[in-house]
């Protein structure tokens, strides 16, 4: 089998393809051709509450978290949290703890979930620096929370994987941060360490060589996208065996969707658009979450909740009608071909195919170029070493084979 000069194709191929600022950061999907949202299932909850990360726990309960609203409790509080019922889901929440009364006083920003147990990453709000954004634990379903700790970096979400965690590698909770606006970092725990710094690993491999350090200054990037990354979820899809990674790249309606077969891919693109449901260039995007309590059993049926905010749109109409609300929506996912998965799973599998017989996916010679444009920069921000480097140029160009 010829092999391939990557630096003549390097050269070649930027040549032919300029940089495009929205171009998708990776292939498309050889497992999900796509992604559709039906419009008609709307509904919502929590109106006036903001935020809403969701997190499945072991008694089988939805439980949410909502900043600045009132849902259910005396008065207006910074946070609370809540449950959320039903299979297809209802727009119904039942309070399950208030927080501090008034505004400004924290934010519960992510939640996860290990048995009954949930971790919630909290923002202090009154004091914006970095050790104000701490770990937390409740061990009564979200009413009180217990000190952790506050690592060196901003908690996006908690990767979401069954209910109360289970089917999680080895155990462990999983979390997800941005590092320069536009690198996903992928961190985890044992849960009953979740308030020791030194218990903390963070991801320092590649897809096809996964590994993981204690070091903080080791760890490398298990997404990237030169656009940016905005509030990013990640989620595993049994039915599928994939995972999904969703955020936008700036705004709410610069929405994209990625799937992977292993939590640290390797990454192709599902939907990639600039005004998802209307949603366009201002306001804020809080995240979308495809809770795996609502999934189909073949994956291929998802419930999403999201939340938007006006934030920065004078006209006040950033978000439309998804402003500041628990915004539930179902989305269907098309498959390619047969849609057959033979690879990855919860427990990892190595991550050098992205489909059942397909192996790597075809690009063109733009999408080829685009591509090693992200790899560049990828190396750039996260400072891979050569050899780790010449690993992915060669498995992109292994491509156009």
Not at 27 to 32: E, F, L, R, T, Y
Not at 138 to 160: E, H, L, N, Y
Not at 297 to 319: M, Q, R, V, Y
Request: hydrophobic share 35%; charged share 15%; proline share 6%.
């Amino acid at each position: 089998m010829r092999r391939i000069n990557l630096a003549a194709v390097l050269v070649a191929f930027l040549a032919v393809a300029p940089a495009q600022a929205l171009t998708p950061p990776y292939p498309p999907s050889s497992v999900i051709k796509g992604i559709t949202w039906d419009t008609s299932t709307y509904k919502f909850a929590g109106v006036d509450g903001d935020l809403w990360p969701m997190t499945w726990s072991a008694d089988d309960s939805l439980r949410s978290a909502f900043g600045d609203g009132r849902i259910g409790c005396s008065t207006k509080v910074s946070y609370g949290t809540v449950t959320l019922g039903g299979t297809p889901p209802r727009n119904t929440l039942r309070q399950i703890g208030c927080g501090p009364a008034g505004l400004n006083r924290g934010k519960i920003m992510a939640l996860g979930a290990a048995g009954t147990t949930l971790f919630g990453r909290f923002a202090a709000q009154s004091n914006n620096n970095i050790a104000s954004f701490e770990i937390k634990r409740s061990i009564d379903g979200g009413r009180t929370w217990q000190p952790g700790w506050s690592p060196g970096f901003v908690t996006s979400a908690f990767v979401q994987f069954g209910k109360g965690n289970e089917g999680a590698p080895d155990g462990y909770v999983y979390l997800i941060s941005v590092t320069n606006g536009n690198a996903v970092q992928l961190t985890r725990f044992l849960p009953a360490k979740w308030n020791l710094g030194t218990a903390y690993e963070y991801f320092s491999g590649t897809p096809s060589a996964p590994a993981w350090s204690t070091r903080l200054s080791a760890r490398k990037p298990v997404f990237y996208d030169p656009n940016g990354v905005q509030a990013p979820t990640l989620q595993y899809v049994p039915g599928l065996k994939r995972y999904l990674l969703t955020g936008a790249h700036t705004r709410p309606g610069q929405a994209g969707v990625f799937d992977s077969p292993n939590v640290y891919g390797p990454w192709t693109t599902v939907s990639y658009v600039e005004n998802w449901l209307g949603m366009g260039m201002s306001g804020e995007y809080w995240s979308t979450y495809f809770p795996l309590k609502w999934q189909s059993a073949d994956g291929t049926k998802l419930w999403a909740t999201f939340s938007c905010h006006n934030a920065g749109d004078p006209a006040n109409l950033a978000c439309q009608q998804y402003h500041d609300r628990l915004n539930i929506m179902q989305a269907t996912l098309t498959l390619v071909g047969n849609g057959t998965n033979g690879t990855g799973g919860a427990g990892g599998g190595d991550g050098s195919t992205a489909g059942s017989g397909s192996g790597t996916v075809a690009m063109t010679p733009a999408q080829f170029a685009t591509r090693l444009q992200s790899l560049v920069s990828e190396a750039e921000t996260s400072g891979l070493n050569k050899l780790s480097m010449t690993t992915a140029l060669q498995d992109q160009a292994e491509a156009l084979r």
